[in-house]
Structures are given as structure tokens and as C-alpha cells.
């Protein structure tokens, strides 16, 4: 565990971190956030209708979340979730605008278009979870702890909240840039110094 955090998990490329252990992760021909799916022997079949963007948030949660000893079954409106990037939904806009580029080739899909909302990402988690609280998710340049921080510590304004998931998960262009951290309101005062630590 990281001082100061309840737990944590760090999601690139090329690596899985949770709570300082890395995650070793088969390579198949599958795709990186479903090979991170099958080694951490997740089972939620709704998974693999997610777009990138979707997974790779909901992935970030699943793994910070698994030792921390949250009743999935128990609605909880005691906890937050609070999530940021720099591209929104761009991944899916990018993907959606090509299937109505060319005229001659036209095949607009609502298959890719219902992912176009970055709140999809809160939405799912919060679902899976049963997290009943505030949810929120904030677009800014790139992941500014100082900046984080105050939208983690506008959850917890709501003297009702107890405990914040919060990440910064991007996804872009085959690009996973994922960190969510699992805090309590008794460790606010740590997070920011924590981020900078972990964001690398």
C-alpha cells in the first residue's frame, strides 16, 4: 500500500501496478485491456461491449477496488466517483466520424456512437459497483494533481460522502493512460503529493 491511500492502481501500455505489485499480464492477440481482463480473473460479460475508453476506466477501478472489501451487491451512498481526462469520449467521435466520412461508404454505427459521453466511464463503475453518491467527470489539458485534488475534495464537501474512486483515464489512438486511487476523507490531505508519486 502507498502511504496516505487506501489503494491504487497504474494501467499504461505496457504495465499494471496495483498498490506498488506489477500485474503480470499475458500478451495474446486479444487487445491489451482484455488481456488485463482475463489475468485479473474478472468476471462481468457486459465488459466486452464497452468501448476502449470504458474498459480502461472500469479496469482501473476493478483492480484498485479488489482489496479494499466493497460489497458489490450493497448500494452505497457513502462513496464517490470522481474521474478526469484530456480527450473525453475523442477515441469514439474519431471512430464514429470515419463511418460517416465518405458518402460512397456510408455505415453510420450506434454501436459505436451510444460511447460517445466520457460520463459512461463513472456511469459504469458506479453500476458494477452499486455506487449510489456523487459522480462526476471532468475534462482538463493533462493530469494536474492541484486540480484533481479540488474536484476529489468538492465530493467530499457532500458531508455524506465517507470515501472517493477517483482517476485519470485516457484513452486515445491505442494510448492507456490510466491512475485511480481509492481515498478516504482522512486522506485528503495526502493525495495530491501521492498523485504526483504515482502519475508516472
Not at 491511500?5 to 499504461?12: D, E, N
Not at 470504458?54 to 466493497?70: M, S, W
Not at 458506479?126 to 465530493?155: D, T
Request: aromatic share 12%; net charge negative; proline share 4%.
Amino acid at each position: 500500500m502507498n502511504a496516505g491511500i487506501t489503494s491504487y492502481c497504474r494501467i499504461t501500455n505496457d504495465k499494471v501496478i496495483v498498490n506498488a505489485q506489477t500485474i503480470d499480464v499475458p500478451r495474446t492477440d486479444s487487445s491489451w485491456l482484455n488481456d488485463i481482463y482475463h489475468a485479473a480473473n474478472i468476471s462481468y460479460p457486459k465488459f466486452f461491449k464497452m468501448d476502449n475508453l470504458a474498459k480502461a476506466g472500469f479496469l482501473g477501478a476493478e483492480l484498485t477496488l479488489q482489496d479494499v472489501g466493497i460489497d458489490k451487491t450493497e448500494p452505497k451512498k457513502n462513496i464517490a466517483v470522481v474521474c478526469c481526462n484530456r480527450s473525453s469520449s475523442l477515441d469514439d467521435d474519431t471512430a464514429y466520424q470515419q463511418t460517416i466520412q465518405n458518402p460512397a461508404d456510408y455505415y453510420p454505427s450506434p454501436a459505436v456512437f451510444v460511447y460517445t459521453l466520457a460520463n459512461i466511464v463513472t456511469g459504469e463503475i458506479s453500476i458494477r459497483n452499486k455506487i449510489m453518491g456523487e459522480s462526476a467527470f471532468y475534462v482538463m489539458e493533462h493530469c494536474n494533481p492541484q486540480k484533481f485534488c479540488s474536484f476529489v475534495r468538492g465530493a467530499f464537501s457532500d458531508k455524506t460522502i465517507d470515501a472517493c474512486l477517483c482517476g485519470w483515464t485516457e484513452y486515445n489512438n491505442g494510448n492507456c493512460d490510466v491512475l485511480f486511487l481509492f481515498v478516504t476523507r482522512n486522506e485528503l490531505n495526502d493525495l495530491e503529493l501521492n498523485i504526483e508519486k504515482l502519475y508516472r
